[in-house]
C-alpha cells in the first residue's frame, strides 16, 4: 500500500485542555471522532475542522490515558499505560463503566516478564476492536514491542504477536531499541491493523495471519516542503477505510492528518 497525504490541520487547544493529544479514534455510528490527552481527565471530541467540540467531549475520571476506540455496543475503550488496564467509558456522560488489568486476565502469564520486568513508561500505548468478533487489540509501547488480542468479555489474553525487526518493524536510521509503538488501528476492509511508531515516523500495515508488516513512511507538508511526521501518536480510519487520519503530539504544532490509502501499483 502507498499513502497520499490530502492535507492537514491544527488540534492544539490549550483553553479546553488538549494539549498532549494521544490516540485518535472514529465512532462509524455517530461519525464522531475521538481523542485523548494523557495530562486530562477528558475524551475530546473533535469536529470537521479539528476543534474541540467542548459541548460533546467527555469528563473522565482517570489521568494517563493513552489510546481510545470506539466500540460496537456503543460505549468506548481506552488503555492507561502505567497501569497496563483497560477502561470501558460510557459515551454519553464519560462515566467509567469496568477497569481491566491485564494482569487479573487469563494469559498473562505468557507475557508477565515483559511487563513486570521492563521499565517504567513502556506500557500500553494503544487500542483497537475488530467490530465483527468485538476482539480488543492493545499495543504496548516497546522493550518489547508487543500486540495483545483480548477477548470481548475482557477476561483473557489470547494471542500474542511480538512487532519484531524480522518481521518488518523497522526503520532506516532508527535503532531497533529506539523504534516504537504508539497506536493502533484495526482495517476492517483489509483485515489489517495500521500501526503507529512515533520514533520511526512511519505507519506499519500488520497482518496478523502471516504476522508480516510493511512499512509506509508518514509525511506532512512543511513550509512547501514534504517532512516526516513527528510525534504521531494516533490513528483512525474513515468509515470506507479509503482514509487514513493520524494525530501527532507536538505541542502547539499538533496536527491531525489525513492520507488517501491507494494500492502501490497506482
Known amino acids: 500500500m502507498k499513502l497520499r497525504l490530502l492535507g492537514s490541520i491544527e488540534v492544539f487547544d490549550g483553553d479546553k485542555g488538549l494539549e498532549e493529544p494521544s490516540g485518535l479514534a472514529l465512532d462509524p455510528a455517530t461519525?464522531?471522532?475521538?481523542?485523548?490527552?494523557?495530562?486530562?481527565?477528558?475524551?475530546f471530541s473533535l469536529g470537521g475542522s479539528g476543534a474541540v467540540e467542548r459541548s460533546r467531549s467527555l469528563r473522565v475520571?482517570?489521568?494517563?490515558?493513552e489510546g481510545i476506540t470506539a466500540l460496537p455496543a456503543g460505549a468506548l475503550a481506552a488503555v492507561r499505560e502505567e497501569e497496563n488496564k483497560i477502561l470501558i467509558i460510557a459515551a454519553e456522560d464519560g462515566r467509567i463503566l469496568g477497569r481491566h488489568p491485564l494482569s487479573e486476565?487469563?494469559?498473562?502469564?505468557?507475557?508477565?516478564?515483559?511487563?513486570?520486568?521492563?521499565?517504567?513508561?513502556?506500557?500500553?500505548?494503544?487500542?483497537?476492536?475488530d467490530p465483527a468478533i468485538g476482539a480488543l487489540f492493545v499495543v504496548k509501547k516497546d522493550a518489547p514491542r508487543l500486540l495483545l488480542e483480548v477477548s470481548p468479555d475482557l477476561e483473557s489474553i489470547t494471542a500474542v504477536h511480538r512487532l519484531t525487526r524480522d518481521i518488518g518493524f523497522c526503520s532506516d536510521?532508527?535503532?531497533d531499541e529506539d523504534l516504537d509503538v504508539s497506536s493502533i488501528a484495526y482495517d476492517p476492509r483489509r483485515r489489517r491493523f495500521w500501526i503507529v511508531s512515533d520514533t520511526g515516523r512511519r505507519v506499519f500495515l500488520y497482518d496478523a495471519a502471516s504476522r508480516s508488516a510493511?512499512?509506509?513512511?508518514?509525511?506532512?507538508?512543511?513550509?512547501?516542503?514534504?517532512?516526516?511526521?513527528?510525534?504521531?501518536?494516533?490513528?483512525?480510519?474513515?468509515?470506507?477505510?479509503?482514509?487514513?487520519?493520524?494525530?501527532?503530539?507536538d505541542g502547539k504544532k499538533s496536527l491531525l492528518v489525513a492520507y488517501e490509502i491507494q494500492p502501490a501499483d497506482e
Open 31 to 43: 461519525k464522531m471522532l475521538w481523542t485523548v490527552s494523557d495530562d486530562t481527565e477528558r475524551a
Open 61 to 65: 475520571r482517570a489521568m494517563d490515558l
Open 105 to 129: 486476565m487469563n494469559g498473562y502469564d505468557a507475557v508477565w516478564d515483559d511487563f513486570e520486568d521492563g521499565p517504567e513508561g513502556k506500557g500500553l500505548e494503544g487500542i483497537t476492536v
Open 173 to 175: 536510521g532508527v535503532l
Open 214 to 249: 510493511e512499512g509506509i513512511e508518514l509525511v506532512v507538508q512543511d513550509d512547501g516542503e514534504l517532512k516526516s511526521v513527528k510525534n504521531a501518536e494516533g490513528a483512525t480510519l474513515n468509515a470506507d477505510g479509503t482514509i487514513l487520519l493520524v494525530i501527532t503530539d
